[in-house]
């Protein structure tokens, strides 16, 4: 192609639309992947956190999510170390682990053993202890605190109460 | 325009307006094949005719199946394997055939490594199969996922969790490729799209990439020894061909190609069926519960050995192993730094690592499916150590080979 002359400028000319063009139907395609309005706003759930029993792990449902919600035992609470008090959610008095039940390892949902008070995943071999952390890898990390925050006997997931954001910024949870 | 006389025969019309007879010359009776060949060879003509099975299966299934979270798994395992008539046969087709096409593509790549068929001109053929392993195995994934069962569900959660990349965090990501927080309707509905439009589409524009890439370089042969097409094809033209090296594409190869196929068929269908079950996870009957994971998830037999290499080890470094794992044998043909086209055997310590390479990945495959306890972890730990360090060895072992 001629460097300076009409055909150069038309071959610039026709770049420069092609390439307007590339951009706005990359922004368009990439936001037709993006999840839905409606995918984002079915995404709270509220727990009433006085209907637990004491050692005994339910399993609730947030975002499509497996929550895990432990209240633990005074034996636990009296045992546990430092990593494990920072993961403590105290609604009136009582201490929860609440926690989002997928191993941090690649997402495979942990099974609890109430006897060794710990879980283990099938997937990879991962497990964590009754409060969350890791006590055999490939999992990173604890299982991820999901956000809360905590409304007199509730328990709101999904919303980012103060507790929560300490324990972001502490680094407890990401 | 062209000059146009009037025509003397339909062959002769068409051959004014398309050229079939040049096209016919080109593409088949005068495209020269060496003689030096064994059945290894007819692999790539068994993976195009699984490839149309697997088409032509998929375009039945397609017209029963819905990719709806509350309707898929019925539409496939009622719908389509109780009413429809020959439903079954379809789906077994397609299951069997998704497996096998894997068990030939490995065949086929190993072929190449041992006889050296990625070298001095073959490098794109070498790469553009590379694409085709890595399309077909994304194309194997989504259509893993359709029938949404349990298998599919926390397959698709454990795969799509890899693209966090670990220590990076990039869940954002993640839940853009779901479009949603857990592979829900967003997700099923977009695979089902990568599954049946945009990867068959690339995997059809790829093996046009492969075939072209053949033509210059043309297939190796048993010893790895450089034809002169153009003097060995005028030989046979002339008349001399029993002393030409070379055949014709169509009639000559393809008549022994397609005995190979033939056999291939008869144990195919065999497998679709009295055997389709391997091709089945008894796991994946049960429908999808994002609330109860399976006690054990292994993938398919044919991403075990890569599976293999991510899991012994602690996350960020897992993904590593298993990144370098999968663009490891695109590289190839640079790794390779000796001199020889040649068959392993003649190769001295490649031959060694040819056989290496194949044991350790039969060992890789072989504890993948086992659970990831005791003896187990370890062998998985050193066979996949071993992988890398194969890799890693291979440009040294092929500087120091002597020419030949």
Same mark, same amino acid.
């Given at each position: 192609?001629?460097?300076?002359?009409?055909?150069?400028?038309?071959?610039?000319?026709?770049?420069?639309?092609?390439?307007?063009?590339?951009?706005?139907?990359?922004?368009?395609?990439?936001?037709?992947?993006?999840?839905?309005?409606?995918?984002?706003?079915?995404?709270?759930?509220?727990?009433?956190?006085?209907?637990?029993?004491?050692? =005994?792990?339910?399993? =609730?449902?947030?975002?499509?999510?497996?929550?895990?919600?432990?209240?633990?035992?005074?034996?636990?609470?009296?045992?546990?170390? =430092?990593?494990?008090?920072?993961?403590?959610?105290?609604?009136?008095?009582?201490?929860?682990?609440?926690?989002?039940?997928?191993?941090?390892?690649?997402?495979?949902?942990?099974?609890?053993?109430?006897?060794?008070?710990?879980?283990?995943?099938?997937?990879?071999?991962?497990?964590?202890?009754?409060?969350?952390?890791?006590?055999?890898?490939?999992?990173?990390?604890?299982?991820?605190?999901?956000?809360?925050?905590?409304?007199?006997?509730?328990?709101?997931?999904? =919303?980012?109460?103060?507790?929560?954001?300490?324990?972001?910024?502490?680094?407890?949870?990401? | 325009?062209?000059?146009? +006389?009037?025509?003397?025969?339909?062959?002769?019309?068409?051959?004014?307006?398309?050229?079939?007879?040049?096209? !016919?010359?080109?593409?088949?009776?005068?495209? *020269?094949?060496?003689?030096?060949?064994?059945?290894?060879?007819?692999?790539?003509?068994?993976?195009?005719?699984?490839?149309? $099975?697997?088409?032509? &299966?998929?375009?039945?299934?397609?017209?029963?199946?819905?990719?709806?979270?509350?309707?898929?798994?019925?539409?496939? %395992?009622?719908?389509?394997?109780? !009413?429809?008539?020959?439903?079954?046969?379809?789906?077994?087709?397609?299951?069997? #055939?998704?497996?096998?096409?894997?068990?030939?593509?490995?065949?086929?790549?190993?072929?190449?490594?041992?006889?050296?068929?990625?070298?001095?001109?073959?490098?794109?053929?070498?790469?553009?199969?590379?694409?085709?392993?890595?399309?077909?195995?994304? !194309?194997?994934?989504?259509?893993?996922?359709?029938?949404?069962?349990?298998?599919?569900?926390?397959?698709?959660?454990?795969?799509?969790?890899?693209?966090?990349?670990?220590?990076?965090?990039?869940?954002?990501?993640?839940? *853009?490729?779901?479009?949603?927080?857990?592979? #829900?309707?967003?997700?099923? %509905?977009?695979?089902?799209?990568?599954?049946?439009?945009?990867?068959?589409?690339?995997?059809?524009?790829?093996?046009?990439?492969?075939?072209?890439?053949?033509?210059?370089?043309?297939? %190796?042969?048993?010893?790895? +020894?450089?034809?002169?097409?153009?003097? +060995?094809?005028?030989?046979?033209?002339?008349?001399?061909?029993?002393? &030409?090296?070379?055949?014709?594409?169509?009639?000559?190869?393809? &008549?022994?190609?397609?005995?190979?196929?033939?056999?291939?068929?008869?144990?195919?269908?065999?497998?679709?069926?009295?055997?389709?079950?391997?091709?089945?996870?008894?796991?994946?009957?049960? /429908?999808?519960?994002?609330?109860?994971? /399976?006690?054990?998830?292994?993938?398919?037999?044919?991403?075990?050995?890569?599976? +293999?290499?991510?899991?012994?080890?602690?996350?960020?470094?897992?993904?590593?192993?298993?990144?370098?794992?999968?663009?490891?044998?695109?590289?190839?043909?640079?790794?390779?730094?000796? /001199?020889?086209?040649?068959?392993?055997?003649?190769?001295?310590?490649?031959?060694? *690592?040819?056989? $290496?390479?194949?044991?350790?990945?039969?060992?890789?495959?072989?504890?993948?499916?086992?659970?990831?306890?005791?003896?187990?972890?370890?062998?998985?730990?050193?066979? #996949?150590?071993?992988?890398?360090?194969?890799?890693?060895?291979?440009?040294?072992?092929?500087?120091? !080979?002597?020419?030949?």
């Amino acid at each position: 192609m001629e460097k300076n002359g009409r055909r150069g400028f038309m071959g610039k000319a026709f770049g420069a639309v092609a390439a307007v063009g590339a951009v706005g139907s990359l922004v368009a395609m990439k936001k037709s992947w993006d999840p839905l309005p409606s995918v984002k706003a079915a995404g709270f759930t509220t727990l009433d956190m006085t209907a637990y029993t004491a050692g =005994e792990l339910v399993t =609730e449902k947030w975002r499509g999510k497996p929550i895990f919600v432990l209240k633990k035992t005074p034996e636990m609470v009296a045992k546990q170390n =430092e990593d494990d008090k920072a993961r403590d959610i105290i609604v009136n008095g009582e201490h929860f682990m609440v926690a989002i039940g997928l191993c941090t390892h690649l997402g495979c949902i942990p099974a609890y053993y109430p006897d060794e008070e710990g879980f283990i995943c099938a997937c990879h071999g991962g497990q964590f202890d009754f409060a969350g952390m890791v006590t055999k890898v490939p999992p990173p990390r604890g299982l991820d605190i999901p956000p809360f925050r905590i409304d007199g006997n509730k328990l709101v997931l999904g =919303e980012i109460g103060p507790e929560y954001e300490n324990m972001k910024e502490n680094g407890v949870t990401l | 325009m062209a000059h146009f +006389e009037k025509a003397t025969s339909v062959k002769d019309w068409l051959n004014q307006r398309l050229a079939i007879e040049k096209v !016919e010359k080109v593409m088949a009776s005068e495209y *020269w094949i060496p003689k030096n060949i064994n059945f290894l060879w007819a692999m790539g003509m068994v993976l195009m005719i699984t490839f149309i $099975l697997l088409l032509v &299966s998929g375009i039945f299934l397609l017209m029963y199946y819905q990719p709806n979270v509350a309707t898929a798994f019925d539409s496939v %395992n009622y719908t389509i394997m109780r !009413e429809v008539g020959f439903g079954w046969l379809w789906r077994h087709i397609h299951g069997v #055939a998704a497996s096998v096409v894997f068990l030939i593509i490995y065949i086929h790549m190993f072929t190449g490594i041992y006889y050296g068929s990625y070298k001095k001109g073959r490098e794109m053929i070498w790469i553009s199969g590379m694409l085709l392993f890595i399309t077909f195995s994304a !194309e194997a994934f989504s259509g893993y996922m359709l029938p949404w069962g349990q298998m599919s569900y926390w397959a698709g959660m454990v795969i799509t969790n890899i693209f966090s990349l670990g220590g990076l965090h990039l869940d954002g990501l993640v839940e *853009w490729i779901r479009g949603d927080y857990v592979p #829900a309707q967003a997700f099923l %509905n977009r695979f089902f799209m990568l599954h049946v439009l945009l990867l068959p589409l690339a995997i059809l524009g790829l093996i046009g990439l492969h075939f072209a890439a053949l033509r210059i370089p043309h297939v %190796n042969n048993q010893d790895g +020894e450089e034809i002169d097409f153009d003097a +060995e094809a005028q030989k046979y033209l002339a008349g001399d061909k029993k002393g &030409s090296k070379v055949m014709r594409f169509a009639n000559d190869f393809m &008549s022994k190609d397609m005995m190979v196929v033939g056999i291939y068929l008869i144990f195919f269908f065999y497998l679709v069926f009295y055997h389709y079950n391997f091709a089945m996870d008894p796991v994946n009957f049960d /429908p999808a519960d994002g609330l109860k994971t /399976p006690a054990h998830i292994y993938p398919e037999w044919y991403f075990l050995w890569s599976y +293999e290499i991510l899991r012994p080890f602690s996350v960020n470094i897992g993904l590593i192993a298993f990144g370098f794992a999968q663009v490891i044998f695109v590289l190839l043909p640079f790794l390779d730094r000796s /001199p020889n086209t040649v068959p392993a055997n003649r190769r001295g310590a490649f031959g060694i *690592w040819f056989w $290496l390479l194949l044991v350790d990945m039969i060992v890789l495959t072989a504890m993948g499916k086992l659970p990831p306890e005791g003896a187990f972890s370890t062998i998985g730990l050193v066979a #996949a150590l071993a992988f890398i360090a194969l890799w890693i060895a291979l440009p040294f072992i092929t500087a120091k !080979e002597k020419k030949l």
